[in-house]
C-alpha cells in the first residue's frame, strides 16, 4: 500500500472530508511521525506497532567485490516492532489461507 492507496481508502470511508483534506491528514501525520523519530521519540499507535530508533555503532566492513576493509560510519536507523494485535492479524490471515490452499480469502472462494 502506498501513501496515495491511503489517502484514497481515507476519502471513500470518509465522503464528507475532501481528497485534499484526507492528503493533508496523511501528510500530517507520516511528517509527525517522521519528526519524532528524527527527534529521538519512540512513536507508539496502540493495537498497530511502535516504532523507534535504533543506533549502530561505527565498524569495519568490506568491499564484497575487492575485499578491501571500508570503514563503515556510526548509524541511526528506524525501527518498527508490531503490535500483539497486528501481528494476530497477520498470523490469523496466513493461516486461513493455508488451509485454505488456493491462497485466496475464504468469501471469495464461496
Known sequence: MTRSD?????SARFPQLAHRDAELSVKTILDALAQALDDGHRVEIRGFGSFSVSHRSARIGRNP???EQVAVPEK???HFKPGKTLRELVDFQTDERKANKSGMPK???E
Open 6 to 10: 491511503l489517502v484514497e481508502i481515507l
Open 76 to 78: 541511526r536507523i528506524p
Open 107 to 109: 468469501h471469495a472462494v
Open 65 to 67: 567485490r575487492s575485499g
